[in-house]
């Protein structure tokens, strides 16, 4: 089966360039960290899964994945599980603790002091103190024995879901015999207890106790030839999914079951947006995006000048969207996802993700780390914008 994976080459691009400039930063071999013991031989190679992230005096400027809001904080993730915040919009950041040194590929905040991160090799943290320290709730590891055992346990009763026990099951064992080498790519909480992460090969995991236990998940979503997950996101008690060759899922049940819904499109969608008003805006490859409307269960395309894949939307404080894609471009909507224009050319390198930064800035993360950008003056289509 074709894979769109062109996100997947980005980040294990930036993520190799980042390691080696890391390494000789640290006088360290690129690709492995060594302990060494007191005659300097090297002793083993300790798993990137259990290493603490490394403190660099370069944090902000490594490769970051996501960014985020928590209150007034500025929070950003990525590569070699370093994670940086900021208290003044951006002009100095400090360097977070960390138990891992995966890359990590999404964070979400539901309050100033509480959230979660995911990314590779499964790995889910947890922080309570608004991003200072994390610990670590889910890896590739348990992921996949609680995957087994939620399938053996479907194989074992009785009901419909039993006839998919079997592809299930093999699924799980698959995990089990892969390794710890799946990523999580996005996540969603409806509040500070239930919540949602998702990623590659369908990955769908559920916590109801604010991440002291989780379920898998992917029983409860029509997607059988498990295809990536890149993005979640919801409105209230529905939830939607989308990912590659055109995916798109909607649960109208507080996540009881995702059903998929048929896209004019059948390329990947990389990010969503769940609008006030009902409506979801899908960002995928090659700068398609599409407008669901859930009243008259219709799409829209939108038309976008740069027919880059995007890679990061978010809504800004006044209810404006804003986009970002792989070539370091941003476009923006001032009428609910009507219209898109693209922003004057800036010169950024790639964007990763984008979050509003207050006082008419845009953060951005990518390949060069946290670069804050002031926002310019509305374009065309602009009009009183969206509702938050």
């Not at 690129?30 to 013991?37: I, P």
């Not at 899964?49 to 970051?64: E, G, M, N």
């Not at 348990?142 to 419909?160: I, N």
Request: charged share 20%; with cysteine.
């Amino acid at each position: 089966m074709q894979r769109s994976c062109c996100l997947f080459f980005l980040v294990l691009f930036a993520g190799l360039m980042s390691w080696s400039v890391f390494a000789q930063e640290h006088d360290q071999p690129s690709g492995q960290m060594m302990k060494q013991n007191a005659g300097g031989k090297s002793l083993a190679v300790v798993d990137e899964l259990d290493r603490p992230a490394i403190k660099t005096r370069a944090a902000a400027h490594s490769v970051l994945l996501d960014v985020t809001k928590a209150g007034n904080r500025i929070i950003a993730v990525g590569e070699r599980g370093i994670i940086v915040f900021s208290d003044d919009g951006g002009r100095n950041w400090r360097q977070a603790s960390v138990p891992t040194s995966v890359s990590l590929t999404a964070v979400r905040f539901v309050s100033p002091k509480i959230g979660w991160a995911v990314g590779h090799s499964g790995v889910v943290l947890h922080t309570d103190d608004g991003g200072e320290s994390w610990t670590r709730q889910l890896d590739g590891i348990t992921l996949a024995k609680l995957a087994v055992e939620s399938a053996q346990s479907l194989a074992d009763s009785p009901g419909p879901k039993k006839d998919g026990a079997p592809r299930l099951l093999a699924d799980a064992q698959r995990l089990v015999t892969d390794g710890p080498d799946k990523p999580f790519l996005d996540l969603y909480f409806e509040n500070e207890t239930t919540g949602y992460v998702v990623g590659a090969y369908g990955l769908i995991f559920r916590t109801d106790d604010a991440g002291k236990s989780w379920k898998p998940w992917m029983d409860h979503a029509e997607n059988p030839r498990g295809l990536h997950l890149y993005a979640i996101g919801g409105d209230g008690k529905t939830i939607y999914l989308a990912g590659e060759q055109g995916i798109f899922l909607r649960s109208t049940d507080d996540g009881m079951k995702f059903t998929q819904i048929e896209t004019p499109y059948k390329g990947t969608y990389f990010d969503l947006v769940a609008l006030p008003s009902g409506e979801v805006l899908l960002c995928g490859m090659r700068g398609n995006a599409y407008l669901f409307s859930d009243k008259g269960k219709s799409f829209k395309k939108i038309d976008v000048p740069i027919p880059v894949s995007f890679s990061a939307a978010t809504v800004m404080g006044d209810g404006s969207l804003m986009f970002a894609n792989q070539a370091g471009q941003l476009l923006a909507s001032n009428d609910k996802g009507q219209t898109i224009h693209p922003l004057p050319a800036m010169g950024l390198p790639p964007i990763s993700g984008i979050a509003d930064a207050g006082g008419g800035m845009l953060m951005t993360v990518g390949y060069a780390g946290a670069i804050p950008v002031p926002l310019s003056a509305p374009g065309p289509g602009a009009s009183n914008g969206g509702s938050k």
